[in-house]
């Protein structure tokens, strides 16, 4: 099992410390000495008022931030939590994660999803009701133009010819893609395009918020692994290859006097054994002490012990 981190950065307003340039290093540097694997960022670059104030959070550029974390690291990796694909044009996106992944010497993963909130696309001019059609096409334009000389591509949102991106990314065939969401057709877009499957913990509540399906219990996460395997089968995708992430949902928070550390690794070898690979594990973000005390515990009570 590997574990993951996002920059604690979950609130409006923000604490001022953790998102300092020598906040983000200490986070990052101090992660991947206590031994976790993944490092990333969300994804909101025009969140609504109304959003903020109803709990949502403020956010970096993910690629930017990411830049710095490499540069201040030397082995972990580099996982947007995650890129919503629809925003933006899936060339830049393709030369962003092309240099991230050749500066830092291969350690970057491309963490993708479709989106949900409608005013932060209307803020930058997509079209809400087409972003399913645009994720599928960009995931297209990108592994093509990674991989491809002189590549042309024929679809209705991105045609283009002749087009020759370089540097590429120094990972083989290209950085790994990873594709957020609870629905059967993201577990599609998995088996067709993706090296990873991203999904997360939603009761009824979020999952109606978010647009995505509910997956409140093991049984439930189960389930799609189960689907996502036959779906793979039948795309001729090697299932061993593909990564499962997810959020560990016994035990407590980690960050917390009462977290249960047994309860969450018996969690763990449950969560192993149904083909999850990653674990997300949550920071505070009251402060940036906290949150590097949180991670110190953590090393401590699970990734030492495991």
């Known amino acids: 099992m590997r574990f993951t981190i996002t920059h604690p950065m979950h609130s409006h307003p923000y604490n001022p410390e953790l998102l300092s340039g020598s906040g983000i290093a200490a986070v990052a540097t101090v992660a991947e000495a206590a031994g976790f694997d993944g490092f990333g960022f969300t994804d909101h670059p025009a969140p609504s008022q109304p959003w903020l104030e109803a709990g949502g959070h403020d956010a970096f550029d993910p690629f930017v931030a990411l830049g710095f974390a490499?540069?201040?690291t030397s082995t972990l990796r580099l996982i947007p939590n995650i890129v919503v694909l629809p925003y933006r044009n899936p060339f830049v996106v393709a030369k962003s994660g092309a240099t991230l992944d050749l500066l830092s010497g291969g350690r970057f993963t491309l963490a993708v999803g479709v989106g949900y909130l409608k005013r932060e696309f209307s803020a930058l001019g997509v079209d809400y009701d087409e972003r399913a059609e645009l994720f599928e096409e960009a995931l297209a334009v990108i592994?093509?133009?990674?991989?491809?000389?002189?590549?042309?591509?024929?679809g209705r949102h991105f045609p283009a010819r002749g087009i020759t991106a370089h540097p590429r990314p120094v990972s083989s065939p290209h950085p790994p893609i990873w594709i957020g969401g609870n629905t059967g057709s993201a577990r599609q877009r998995v088996a067709l395009y993706g090296d990873g499957?991203?999904?997360?913990?939603?009761?009824?509540?979020?999952?109606?918020?978010a647009g995505t399906a509910t997956i409140d219990s093991l049984d439930l996460l189960a389930d799609g692994v189960e689907d996502l395997r036959r779906r793979c089968d039948a795309a001729g995708k090697d299932w061993s290859a593909v990564d499962v992430t997810f959020t560990n949902m016994e035990g407590g928070s980690p960050a917390s006097d009462d977290f249960d550390a047994d309860a969450y690794l018996a969690s763990v070898e449950k969560l192993a054994g149904l083909g999850v690979t990653w674990l997300q594990v949550g920071l505070p973000g009251d402060s940036l002490a906290h949150a590097l005390e949180t991670i110190d515990r953590f090393r401590t009570l699970v990734i030492d012990v495991i």
């Open 197 to 209: 499957w991203c999904p997360f913990p939603a009761p009824p509540g979020l999952a109606r918020t």
């Open 70 to 72: 490499a540069a201040r």
């Open 143 to 154: 592994r093509a133009v990674w991989t491809t000389d002189d590549m042309s591509f024929d």
